[in-house]
């Protein structure tokens, strides 16, 4: 450790006091798994303040000292980088004890929360005060914090899946320690500010996400009232072909807010690698399916076990009796008129099915594991590789194609699922699974994932989020946007202190 860096930590852990500044072998190991790195990234130390007020001094100690610090939240970030920084030596700044939820408003339905809330922890708030609001949830893990989702400007699965966009008003403390409210918070009084977004001059709070220029300790979104009726659907499709007309069909009912929901179509591969987290499927699974190999015949028996088609559609209906009622008639006649071969599974066939009693649970915001998959044997490595298309079938196409080849010529196999958020995009989020304890298939990973942005970017496609190891790869295509950032990392933090590397900006990298 360099001197300036163990007068800084040892000045910090005045503020934080002794048990709240780690440095222990075992701690840092837990925060230095990069998915690609060949080695572990190690950080310097673990520091956890309690509160803004420390943070604020952490941050005034590290940036006098040029000593770099690493944000985490919840400390997931499941196949974008895990708990983990993008350089060895950095200060991890963990925020989990920041786990205040600071106010859940039943009438205009919003919540306020410190960055340690997880989407567990809310759950069982409304649930246990029966409060009659929905929250959204990601795929991934319940640990997983609700701000943490928002600055990673995340997807989820329910009316209000695109994090960011149902945000409202953020907290960040800047790299020298000053605080700043966006939104209408720029008031100290605010009575607006988790309920109207814009505020008054430049609205800033995109800066803070996915980017380096302040920590976010407090973050407001909208809930979504409890609808008297929900309905999942269920859709089985077992053409290979028939998600580009799934797509089509979809499109026009997402647009007219018939589906509103964060609806997906999902590979029957990635079906497979989800059901392999729950119940029984977890003990059969993960053998049979790594890498997602399935042989013909496995796979045959375990669509039929598990209820599911070659792509499989999962959306929901909200709202009176009556108008889910139309609507599932209308959801019906769109599909069955132009896919005479698919099937709509009763409520009791999703109901055997780990795949789709998940999906049911997500539709509504109840969090749940869907990662254990990519944990067998503690060697798996996962990433997901996030293009964004429009809703056409034309893109949906070229992209899978992309997707097959490139993986073809890696020796991998393909499993996505196709997120539609608000009707003319949507996410493709394709699973790179392989063992990382094999040198030379995780950098076969690494190639791939490389190859899969060139081509993507080169076609115009732009993924939505990368992880921690492709960060500087990405943000290197993007010519006069990554000089912007640039620019304003040099004014927000010119010592280059929060979280060098994040997204590619890195004031010491920057030629
Ligand atoms: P989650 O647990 O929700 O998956 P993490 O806590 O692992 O999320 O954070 C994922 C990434 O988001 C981090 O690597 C960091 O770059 C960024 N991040 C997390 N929390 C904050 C925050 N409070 N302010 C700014 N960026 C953050």
């Given at each position: 450790?360099?001197?300036?860096?163990?007068?800084?930590?040892?000045?910090?852990?005045r503020?934080?006091?002794?048990?709240?500044?780690?440095?222990?072998?075992?701690?840092l190991?837990?925060?230095?798994?990069?998915?690609?790195?060949?080695a572990?990234?190690?950080?310097?130390?673990?520091?956890?303040?309690a509160?803004?007020?420390?943070?604020?001094?952490?941050l005034?100690?590290?940036?006098?000292?040029?000593?770099p610090?690493?944000?985490l939240?919840?400390?997931?970030?499941?196949?974008?980088?895990?708990?983990?920084?993008?350089?060895?030596?950095?200060?991890?700044?963990?925020?989990?004890?920041?786990?205040?939820?600071?106010?859940?408003?039943?009438?205009?339905?919003y919540?306020?929360?410190?960055?340690?809330?997880?989407?567990?922890?809310?759950?069982?708030?409304?649930r246990?005060?029966?409060?009659?609001l929905?929250?959204?949830?990601?795929?991934?893990?319940?640990e997983?914090?609700?701000?943490?989702?928002?600055?990673?400007?995340?997807?989820?699965?329910?009316?209000?899946?695109?994090?960011?966009?149902?945000?409202?008003g953020?907290?960040?403390?800047?790299?020298d320690g000053?605080?700043?409210?966006?939104g209408t918070?720029t008031l100290?009084?605010?009575q607006?500010?988790?309920?109207?977004?814009?505020?008054?001059?430049?609205?800033?709070?995109?800066?803070?996400?996915?980017?380096?220029?302040?920590?976010?300790?407090?973050?407001?979104?909208?809930?979504?009232?409890?609808?008297p009726?929900?309905?999942?659907?269920a859709?089985?499709?077992?053409?290979?072909?028939?998600?580009?007309?799934?797509?089509?069909?979809?499109?026009?009912?997402?647009?007219?807010?018939?589906?509103?929901?964060?609806?997906?179509?999902?590979?029957?591969?990635?079906?497979?690698?989800?059901?392999?987290c729950?119940?029984?499927?977890?003990?059969?699974?993960?053998?049979?399916?790594?890498?997602?190999?399935?042989?013909?015949?496995?796979?045959?028996?375990?669509?039929?076990?598990?209820?599911?088609?070659?792509?499989?559609?999962?959306?929901?209906?909200?709202?009176?009796?009556?108008?889910?009622?139309?609507?599932?008639?209308?959801?019906?006649?769109?599909?069955?008129?132009?896919?005479?071969?698919?099937?709509?599974?009763?409520a009791?066939?999703?109901?055997?099915?780990?795949?789709?009693r998940?999906?049911?649970?997500?539709?509504?915001?109840?969090?749940?594991?869907?990662?254990?998959?990519?944990?067998?044997?503690?060697?798996?490595?996962?990433?997901?590789?996030?293009?964004?298309?429009?809703v056409?079938?034309?893109?949906?196409e070229?992209?899978?194609?992309?997707?097959e080849?490139?993986?073809?010529?890696?020796?991998?196999?393909?499993?996505?699922?196709?997120?539609?958020?608000?009707?003319?995009?949507?996410?493709?989020?394709?699973?790179?699974l392989?063992?990382?304890?094999?040198?030379?298939?995780?950098?076969?990973?690494?190639?791939?994932?490389?190859?899969?942005?060139?081509?993507?970017?080169?076609?115009?496609?732009?993924?939505?989020?990368?992880?921690?190891?492709?960060?500087?790869?990405?943000?290197?295509?993007?010519?006069?946007?990554?000089?912007?950032?640039?620019?304003?990392?040099?004014?927000?933090?010119?010592?280059?202190?929060?979280?060098?590397?994040?997204?590619?900006?890195?004031?010491?990298?920057?030629?």
């Amino acid at each position: 450790m360099k001197p300036p860096v163990e007068q800084a930590l040892k000045e910090i852990e005045r503020v934080v006091g002794a048990e709240h500044l780690l440095t222990d072998a075992a701690t840092l190991s837990r925060y230095s798994v990069n998915m690609l790195a060949a080695a572990d990234i190690l950080p310097a130390a673990v520091v956890r303040p309690a509160s803004t007020a420390e943070l604020q001094q952490v941050l005034k100690i590290a940036n006098a000292a040029k000593t770099p610090v690493w944000t985490l939240s919840g400390g997931q970030n499941r196949g974008y980088g895990m708990a983990c920084a993008a350089t060895p030596g950095t200060l991890i700044i963990d925020l989990k004890r920041m786990n205040r939820i600071l106010e859940v408003n039943v009438d205009l339905a919003y919540a306020l929360v410190e960055p340690g809330v997880t989407f567990a922890q809310l759950y069982r708030y409304l649930r246990d005060n029966d409060i009659p609001l929905w929250m959204d949830v990601p795929s991934g893990s319940p640990e997983g914090s609700c701000l943490g989702n928002i600055t990673e400007r995340g997807a989820g699965y329910t009316p209000m899946g695109e994090k960011f966009l149902f945000s409202c008003g953020m907290e960040v403390v800047l790299a020298d320690g000053q605080v700043l409210r966006t939104g209408t918070g720029t008031l100290p009084n605010s009575q607006t500010w988790q309920v109207f977004k814009w505020g008054y001059g430049p609205s800033l709070d995109g800066l803070f996400t996915q980017s380096n220029f302040g920590i976010v300790t407090k973050a407001g979104f909208w809930l979504m009232p409890r609808p008297p009726a929900y309905e999942p659907l269920a859709v089985t499709m077992d053409d290979p072909e028939a998600v580009y007309k799934a797509v089509e069909i979809l499109r026009p009912l997402k647009l007219n807010m018939v589906i509103p929901n964060g609806a997906c179509v999902t590979h029957v591969r990635k079906a497979l690698g989800l059901t392999a987290c729950w119940g029984e499927g977890k003990n059969i699974l993960p053998r049979v399916g790594r890498r997602f190999d399935y042989p013909a015949e496995t796979l045959k028996a375990l669509k039929e076990r598990y209820a599911l088609g070659e792509w499989n559609f999962a959306g929901a209906l909200y709202g009176l009796p009556e108008t889910v009622r139309t609507y599932r008639g209308i959801v019906e006649d769109a599909f069955r008129s132009a896919l005479p071969g698919c099937r709509f599974l009763s409520a009791e066939e999703q109901a055997a099915s780990p795949y789709w009693r998940a999906r049911e649970k997500a539709m509504r915001g109840e969090p749940q594991w869907e990662f254990d998959m990519s944990d067998w044997e503690g060697k798996a490595g996962a990433l997901w590789i996030s293009p964004v298309a429009p809703v056409t079938n034309e893109a949906v196409e070229q992209q899978i194609r992309i997707a097959e080849e490139t993986y073809a010529k890696y020796g991998f196999h393909y499993a996505a699922e196709l997120i539609l958020g608000t009707g003319r995009d949507l996410h493709h989020i394709i699973w790179l699974l392989f063992d990382r304890s094999d040198a030379e298939e995780r950098r076969r990973a690494e190639l791939c994932e490389r190859e899969m942005y060139d081509r993507y970017c080169e076609v115009g496609y732009l993924p939505y989020r990368t992880g921690l190891s492709t960060g500087d790869y990405l943000m290197r295509k993007l010519g006069p946007f990554r000089d912007i950032c640039h620019d304003l990392k040099q004014l927000f933090d010119p010592n280059n202190i929060l979280s060098p590397g994040k997204s590619g900006i890195d004031l010491a990298n920057r030629s």
